[in-house]
């Protein structure tokens, strides 16, 4: 494929920009609009249908793992009912089907984040892995002792780990970026590690999934191409949240996630420049990424199957098809502007809990809605549990950023985060329930004296009433 093959595709595929005709009619129409006049997208969503403990679901945890839409769902299915097979090898109907299916979605991808080829576009079994791949594949071929590795404190461990293992092979020294009290990156930090020259590769996520925060990535990649050093993103946070163009930000690589964006667990995108991932050595070797082999040696594949060796994920990027159909037709731009607005909201009403902080920048401008908080007197997994008792789902931990809660001083926080299908009700009721958290531990009504605040305390730490 090349990049003709790919604008047929998207003809072929009627893929859906925002500046076509159809792109207009969709926009006009986008669903994403009614949503932010009060209407939701959960009828989209079976999981929905249920209760927890006889609540409504409030799911806000969709930074760990977003929910699916029936399309998806739909998606993989006919996959297995009509189309299962392996791909690239049998020259029969099935399995010719289900390498379409496989190089559509690859095509898809590229057209989605804007890759100048499908070819750019590598399947993996998520962001870790991605990460993992780039660490492998282009690091040990091209750092070496003394090279320079910048990461920042807000990394997730994805994208810490695979460095210092490498670090640790190669010889190379890892530098950290640190935060300001906002939670933004120190950017003289990132001036002053790359003045040294040493610096070959920075490795730095798109959006904290701790923080929220929105790190500048064009205005970053500049500094480090300048630098002439190589520029990893890890974009788990940002490719589901918000517009992403890994031309105009001029990424060489970018990681995320399928089920972070409404697709399926199992599958994740390696972005890369196509120059890059050519010179790149593989990855894991088996069936499929090879050329040819002997048993004196073997030859590879070109990108981006020399980076894909077994059988892959298959019926996962036809649900990926469909989760980027269902949020190219809500629009990305509107997915941005719907968070940012809950955003808003829910860090003005947690205003209204004592003793609640709130991490990260404090305007949604410049954040997501993954919004960590912490009480300062109850600990992170009791509140998640009571509010679990309401069918309110937060998660509790470090979040795979322990760096950053050496940081915060508080080695777990509870974390709230939006996606297209939360609203403002959501938002109520999370207040809502950490407030009846401070009942049920802290009772902020009760007197100073200790007797009890209701009739069912009783003078118990944790009030039974609540
Ligand atoms: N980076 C960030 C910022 C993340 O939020 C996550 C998922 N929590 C990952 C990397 C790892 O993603 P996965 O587990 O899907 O590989």
Redesign the pocket.
């Known amino acids: 494929m090349n990049s003709t093959s790919l604008a047929a595709d998207k003809r072929k595929l009627g893929a859906i920009g925002e500046g076509t005709a159809e792109g207009k009619r969709l926009h006009d129409r986008c669903p994403v609009k009614s949503l932010l006049a009060g209407a939701d997208l959960h009828t989209d969503f079976p999981i929905f249908e249920q209760k927890i403990r006889g609540r409504r679901l409030v799911y806000l945890d969709s930074?760990?793992t977003s929910q699916k839409p029936s399309s998806v769902l739909n998606a993989m299915d006919q996959y297995y009912k009509t189309a299962n097979a392996n791909v690239h090898r049998g020259l029969h109907a099935l399995s010719a089907r289900a390498t379409e299916i496989y190089e559509c979605a690859r095509s898809r991808v590229a057209l989605f984040i804007n890759a100048a080829r499908p070819e750019e576009i590598v399947w993996t079994r998520?962001?870790?892995?991605a990460l993992n791949l780039v660490a492998h594949g282009y690091g040990r071929a091209f750092l070496g002792a003394g090279d320079e590795i910048v990461i920042s404190r807000m990394e997730?461990h994805?994208?810490i780990v695979p460095w210092q293992l490498l670090a640790e092979e190669k010889d190379c020294v890892i530098r950290a970026v640190e935060l300001n009290s906002d939670g933004t990156l120190k950017r003289e930090d990132l001036d002053r590690f790359l003045s040294s020259g040493k610096v070959k590769l920075v490795a730095l996520?798109h959006v904290?999934?701790v923080l929220g925060t929105i790190n500048p990535i064009a205005e970053i990649g500049r500094k480090v191409h300048a630098a002439g050093a190589v520029f990893v993103v890890?974009g788990?946070?940002s490719v589901p949240h918000l517009p992403v163009d890994v031309r105009a930000l001029d990424v060489d690589f970018l990681a995320f996630?399928a089920?972070?964006m409404l697709g399926p667990t199992g599958l994740?995108v390696l972005y890369g420049k196509y120059d890059l991932l050519d010179r790149m050595l593989p990855f894991n070797g088996g069936g499929e990424m090879i050329e040819e082999v002997s048993l004196e040696g073997t030859t590879f594949k070109e990108p981006p199957l020399r980076f894909e060796a077994g059988t892959p994920p298959i019926a996962e990027t036809a649900g990926m098809i469909a989760a980027m159909d269902y949020l190219t037709r809500l629009g990305m731009d509107h997915i941005r502007a719907h968070e940012q607005e809950l955003t808003s909201y829910a860090l003005e009403r947690l205003k209204e809990v004592p003793n609640l902080k709130v991490f990260g920048p404090p305007d949604a401008e410049r954040r997501t809605g993954a919004i960590a908080f912490e009480m300062t007197d109850i600990h992170a997994h009791d509140v998640a549990q009571i509010l679990d008792m309401d069918g309110i789902a937060v998660l509790a931990g470090h979040?795979?950023a322990q760096p950053l809660h050496d940081w915060l001083g508080s080695p777990s926080t509870s974390r709230a985060s939006f996606y297209v299908y939360n609203t403002k009700a959501d938002v109520d009721a999370l207040v809502k329930g950490l407030l009846k958290v401070r009942k049920c531990f802290g009772c902020d009504d009760r007197p100073e004296d200790g007797s009890p605040c209701c009739d069912s305390c009783g003078g118990a730490s944790v009030c039974p009433d609540c």
């Open positions: 930074a760990a998520g962001a870790t892995e997730h994805s994208n996520t904290s999934n890890d788990c946070q996630s089920h972070k994740g979040h795979c």
